[in-house]
């Protein structure tokens, strides 16, 4: 079996806000991780005296052991009550009804004997490789259904020059418009994991049978960057890179796609370097079992 992650921060000075763990077992025959892309909010007042990273820390530690531990529940179940226990942690010296307050996308996955569950929201990415070499990518596709004034407002920014106080002004607006959809109280928009449990009932869950699943590679959006945004090449292309490469690999070659086109002008982008992480299970043949 065999199991590899990186991660890597966006900007060597900026904290990584991204977080991937898992669980392996002894037998070998389950296990579970976890991949966590904490939002990263606008400079200001935010509610919160911890961060993003302290976040993103907190929820994913309790969702992997709730995973791991706690297989009577569904993964839905888990992260309902990872982000409740982790809303309970900082409630008494937080706002956690900022708009701020912090969040992260969610890419779960665990599997034993019998099956592969998994669990996406928002942006980040599940790979599910077949045994038959077919990639299936698992994906929560609302946040790519953005309002067309909300899309006119993000070309707008990127039309200007990178750097101008205009484009400053521009993104500031869009970002505005972004957070408004985010986790909207009217259910419009798209989700992510704050302090609201319920959001997890409206995650991307399904459950396929073990026999079938040769690999799980889960990605967080600065590491999709290399399909996504960079186009080098589509899911099976990616997961080919990831297992000759490693995760490490991966994010290698985005960093050397983002050194290439610093500006965002050949690939427009939120950020010319984002947090990367990538996680790569390759899960043992039944008939070695």
């Known amino acids: 079996m065999r199991v590899e992650t990186a991660s890597e921060p966006g900007t060597p000075t900026r904290p990584n806000e991204d977080h991937?763990?898992?669980?392996?077992?002894?037998?070998?025959?389950?296990?579970?991780?976890?991949?966590?892309?904490?939002?990263?909010?606008?400079e200001g007042d935010v509610g919160c005296a911890h961060g993003v990273p302290w976040y993103v820390g907190r929820?994913?530690?309790?969702?992997?052991?709730?995973?791991?531990?706690?297989?009577?529940?569904?993964?839905?179940?888990?992260?309902?009550?990872?982000?409740?226990?982790?809303?309970?942690?900082?409630?008494?010296?937080?706002?956690?009804?900022?708009?701020?307050?912090?969040?992260?996308?969610?890419?779960?996955?665990?599997?034993?004997?019998?099956?592969?569950?998994?669990?996406?929201?928002?942006?980040s990415v599940l790979l599910v490789e077949g045994v038959d070499g077919s990639v299936r990518a698992v994906r929560d596709t609302r946040l790519d259904a953005l309002p067309p004034g909300v899309t006119a407002l993000r070309e707008a920014a990127r039309a200007l020059p990178s750097g101008s106080p205009e484009r400053a002004t521009a993104a500031a607006e869009y970002v505005a418009a972004v957070e408004a959809l985010r986790n909207a109280p009217d259910g419009t928009g798209f989700h992510t994991a704050a302090t609201d449990p319920a959001v997890a009932a409206l995650a991307v869950t399904g459950t396929v049978p073990r026999d079938g699943v040769r690999a799980l590679l889960g990605l967080t959006d600065g590491a999709s960057r290399w399909s996504e945004v960079f186009?080098?090449?589509?899911?099976?292309?990616?997961?080919?890179?990831?297992?000759?490469?490693?995760?490490?690999?991966?994010?290698?070659?985005?960093?050397?796609?983002?050194?290439?086109?610093?500006?965002?002008?050949?690939?427009?982008?939120?950020?010319?370097?984002?947090?990367?992480?990538?996680?790569?299970?390759?899960l043992p043949d039944r008939s070695d079992a």
Do not use: N
Request: charged share 25%.
């Open 59 to 123: 929820l994913g530690g309790a969702l992997l052991e709730l995973a791991g531990s706690r297989r009577e529940m569904t993964l839905a179940e888990c992260l309902a009550e990872a982000v409740a226990r982790t809303a309970r942690a900082h409630r008494s010296t937080c706002d956690l009804s900022h708009p701020r307050t912090p969040q992260a996308t969610v890419v779960a996955a665990r599997w034993d004997e019998e099956s592969v569950e998994y669990l996406v929201l928002s942006d």
């Open 231 to 282: 186009r080098a090449g589509d899911w099976a292309d990616l997961c080919a890179l990831v297992h000759k490469e490693g995760p490490a690999g991966l994010i290698a070659r985005v960093r050397a796609a983002e050194e290439a086109d610093p500006a965002g002008r050949s690939f427009p982008r939120g950020k010319p370097h984002d947090d990367a992480t990538a996680v790569l299970v390759e």
């Open 20 to 42: 991937v763990s898992l669980m392996l077992p002894a037998s070998g025959r389950g296990g579970a991780f976890v991949v966590l892309d904490g939002v990263t909010p606008p």
